[in-house]
T-cell receptor, first 111, second 112 residues
């Protein structure tokens, strides 16, 4: 059974800092990995999708990397802003096109 | 934003009553999913559909059933609601295998 772990569970940083969120998974037989953002009381917003054959994807200040063989992904956020405060979730897609989620990292960016 | 509408957005129901949640999409995507989100457990898959009338169970399917009679609609039914089914329910869609998934805004269900 696929297990997805996100560390740390919570993170507080000052505005402007660069930061890294971590995601690890136990079964490397994945099709892709997706990073999401969730604001309190809201749905999930897709940030980045990395296919299993790719090493990284970039969107604006966000950069996600994938090391499938070691079962790890990182989400790098450059020059963090208070508006980046949210919970960040990673999910891997396995057989049946089903996503398995980590429990998330709650990020707070302080002024 | 992907065209996904969940209804109702909030519901309070009594133990033992049947409840149906609806997910409607305007994207003509093949795959549709129902997840529940609970503190300490993250999002867990309940059921999913890979086409009209084609559905399968997820990780936490006991006590739930689904139906998909049209591409755009995926219904989740709690046959006899229990307090353990108090949760936030999310619908998701994806166009095909190995494609990006998009989520609805969620339905907060409270069973009293």
């Amino acid at each position: 059974k696929q297990e997805v772990t996100q560390i740390p569970a919570a993170l507080s940083v000052p505005e402007g800092e660069n930061l890294v969120l971590n995601c690890s998974f136990t079964d490397s037989a994945i099709y892709n990995l997706q990073w999401f953002r969730q604001d309190p009381g809201k749905g999930l917003t897709s940030l980045l999708l990395i296919q299993s054959s790719q090493r990284e994807q970039t969107s604006g200040r966000l950069n996600a990397s994938l090391d499938k063989s070691s079962g790890r992904s990182t989400l790098y956020i450059a020059a963090s802003q208070p508006g980046d405060s949210a919970t960040y979730l990673c999910a891997v897609t396995g057989g049946g096109n089903k996503l398995t989620f980590g429990t998330g990292t709650q990020l707070k960016v302080e002024l | 934003d992907a065209g996904i509408t969940q209804s109702p957005r909030h519901k309070v129901t009594e133990t033992g009553t049947p409840v149906t949640l609806r997910c409607h999409q305007t994207e003509n995507h093949r795959y549709m999913y129902w997840y529940r989100q609970d503190p300490g457990h993250g999002l867990r898959l309940i059921h999913y559909s890979y086409g009209v009338k084609d559905t399968d169970k997820g990780e936490v399917s006991d006590g739930y059933s689904v139906s998909r009679s049209k591409t755009e609609d995926f219904l989740l039914t709690l046959e006899s609601a229990t307090s353990s089914q108090t949760s936030v329910y999310f619908c998701a869609i994806s166009a095909g295998e190995n494609t990006e998934a998009f989520f609805g805004q969620g339905t907060r269900l409270t069973v009293v």
